[in-house]
């Protein structure tokens, strides 16, 4: 009986050894523990790298469309209205997936650049669309501030990369504005349309 034991306890002892001794499957085991933060890190870089292009791409935008307000070809085609410059922003962002449904835009005037305050854009849900600003109507030579508000919807997980701007939410806002003053034009200019 001793013989068994001791035989078969030396058996053991030597596939322990060997075991041990061995390094297969190490660098599968490594890579299962290092891959997870390397992917939400890597998927991070992706989500901030898009919503920086957004961001440019919307400055640009809102750039454009203000100045066709500076202008007055806006109000030469009828602009006074949220939706429809939204509209002109948006055909600055083309290829941006629902831009209509993103975007919240205000444009306002006063009678100098200290009195023109910006509303709150309001918070949204992730299944809600961008609810429409205000767009002043403007005359030559008035100071005038447009913003235009992006919510974007967060296609990571907001926890592994803390971009929401609203706790709970998964969008983050992006802002855009830019003022100037009208060119002093006594009526619109042409509806380049």
């Known amino acids: 009986m001793s013989f068994i034991t001791k035989t078969t306890f030396n058996r ?12 297969d499957g190490s660098a599968a085991i490594e ?36 100045r066709q307000i500076r202008v007055g070809n806006f109000q030469a085609c009828g602009g006074n209205s949220a939706e429809k410059f939204k509209e002109l922003v948006c055909e600055n962002m083309s290829s941006l997936g629902n831009c209509k449904g993103n975007v919240r835009v205000d444009v306002l005037t006063g009678s100098n650049f200290a009195r023109i305050i910006l509303p709150e854009a309001p918070d949204i849900d992730a299944d809600e669309d961008a609810p429409n600003g205000s767009v002043d109507n403007t005359l030559g030579g008035n100071p005038v501030v447009a913003r235009a508000t992006y919510y974007y919807k967060l296609a990571m997980p907001a926890a592994l990369t803390r971009l929401e701007t609203r706790e709970g939410s998964g969008i983050r806002m992006l802002y855009s504005s830019t003022a100037f003053r009208n060119e002093p034009f006594s009526t619109p200019g042409d509806c380049p349309i």
Do not use: K, T
């Open 31 to 66: 890579f299962a523990i290092l891959a997870i933060p390397f992917l939400m890190l890597i998927f991070g870089i992706v989500e901030l790298a898009i919503i920086l292009f957004i961001n440019s791409s919307m400055s640009y935008a809102v750039s454009e469309a203000g």
């Open 12 to 23: 053991l002892y030597r596939r322990a050894r060997r075991i041990r001794s061995s390094d």
